[in-house]
């Protein structure tokens, strides 16, 4: 994964290791004939990330936000997201009009108590052999990134130095007004305005159009929508608390379940490098490969509690030359 990565076994005591690490986690085979299969996945031998794959995202839950400090002593805000009990209930494959073939991997998170399930949903989870669980969602992979039914996740998953995309619901702001929702300067505060002080204005012409146009800025209900944040970059993994620490701010309120990803925008610009000759830009700086199909459990053993990639970017107290 890393060619570098930093163990902090003290507060004390910091360690640089240098540890390459090969996937070994198996595949799975998707099934054929059913349209959403969530039989538990033949194992296959062991597969290597390729550009061309898509890995599966995970389920994590927001605990808030705090700051580390780098090797070089720079102060970094981050969020952290922690995996709880996060596993696969499902390999789905379902074939489109155009014969082409969809696949994707069911993930659920948090569980949850058996007197509040549906009976249609504590049949599934007990057909994947799973506790019944509160959040269910799935990501489209590629047909080699399928992974056995109950598998669990781990937070190394993501390789501290990569970049990921979070999914999450933002903060509802309630209906709120032009200067707030849209940043308007608003009129004066003196000076011929009276009751009016942060009115938006005009918001039409005159008898031409005759109308407002579709999409004009106007006061609304704010927040509380579906919002994307792309290329945070992962700082440091903790697989004995499975925490992941996160460069940044994302959505949402503090342990609101959010959706993590590899970042899509990033993964295609590698995808180019590689066609390109362009091997060493496939990744990111400092990172060799990813845990393939997926980083579980089992694989969180033979590796470092704390990981933590190193600053690549020059010292800001280091006088230029």
């Known amino acids: 994964m890393l060619r570098l990565w930093t163990l902090r076994q003290s507060p004390a005591q910091s360690l640089l290791l240098k540890c390459i690490h090969s996937s070994s986690s198996s595949k799975a085979s998707p099934a054929a004939a059913a349209s959403t299969s ?21 389920i994590a ?90 598998t669990t996740f781990s937070a190394i998953h993501f390789v501290p130095g990569q970049y990921v995309d979070v999914i999450a619901k933002s903060i509802g702001k309630g209906f709120q007004g032009g200067m707030k929702r849209w940043g308007f300067k608003g009129l004066r505060a003196s000076h011929g305005v009276s009751i009016s002080h942060r009115k938006i204005g005009s918001t039409g012409a005159h008898q ?29 993994v903790d697989s004995a608390l499975n925490l992941i620490y996160l460069r940044g701010a994302i959505p949402g309120v503090d342990d609101a379940q959010v959706m993590v990803r590899d970042a899509k925008k990033l993964v295609a610009v590698g995808r180019h490098n590689q066609v390109k000759g362009l091997y060493e830009k496939v990744l990111p700086k400092g990172v060799d490969d990813l845990p393939f199909p997926a980083g579980t459990a089992e694989m969180a053993k033979s590796l470092p509690t704390i990981i933590e990639a190193p600053a690549y970017r020059r010292s800001p107290f280091v006088p230029q030359e």
């Not at 031409?208 to 440091?236: E, F, S, Y």
């Open 38 to 58: 969530s039989d538990t996945a033949q194992t296959l031998p062991p597969s290597k990330w390729t550009p061309e794959s898509i890995r599966t995202g995970l």
């Open 61 to 150: 839950r927001k605990r808030g936000m705090t700051a580390l400090w780098n090797d070089q002593g720079v102060r970094v805000p981050v969020t952290v997201l922690q995996l709880d009990n996060c596993q696969v209930t499902a390999n789905i494959v379902t074939t489109r009009q155009d014969r082409s073939e969809y696949h994707a991997v069911q993930v659920a998170a948090t569980d949850k108590p058996v007197k509040t399930t549906t009976r249609q949903m504590l049949g599934h989870f007990r057909k994947a052999k799973v506790n019944p669980k509160r959040v269910v969602k799935e990501f489209q992979v590629t047909p080699d990134a399928h992974i056995p039914v109950g």
């Open 208 to 236: 031409d159009p005759g109308r407002v146009w579709p999409g004009k800025k106007m006061p609304a209900r704010m927040g509380g929508q579906r919002i994307t944040t792309q290329n945070l970059a992962v700082l440091r």
